[in-house]
Nanobody, 122 residues
């Protein structure tokens, strides 16, 4: 069983930064990613990284602002979020997938963190 524990959420003003972290209990997976869900909206993939670090994907709206990274030895994935915008406000979830090619495909992920609220004020 994979367990994911998230931290780093909070409230910031537009233009500010936050860093989310997600500690995994094992490295027996191919992808880790960050997803977000705002009230009344579908859950969307934000960023994903293969555990070997050779493949990274971002949704278009965060390119150039967010950076995902993976520290293999620590079983930890991070999401550095810079120049935050009000539309980034959502519950953010860390996830892990046993499948190669999971990328930003939500239904490929089988393990989920508890969620971290990110609120960006205008």
């Amino acid at each position: 069983q994979v367990q994911l524990v998230e931290s780093g959420g909070g409230s910031v003003q537009a233009g500010g930064s936050l860093r989310l972290s997600c500690a995994a209990s094992t490295y027996a997976y191919n992808y880790m990613g960050w997803f977000r869900q705002a009230p009344g909206k579908e859950r969307e993939g934000v960023a994903a990284i293969s555990t070997g670090g050779g493949r990274i994907d971002y949704t278009d709206s965060v390119k150039g602002r967010f950076t995902i990274s993976h520290h293999h030895a620590e079983h930890t994935v991070y999401l550095q979020m810079n120049n935050l915008k009000s539309e980034d406000t959502a519950m953010y979830y860390c996830a892990a997938s046993p499948y190669g090619g999971a990328e930003l495909h939500t239904n490929y992920y089988t393990y989920w963190g508890q969620g971290s609220q990110v609120t960006v004020s205008s």
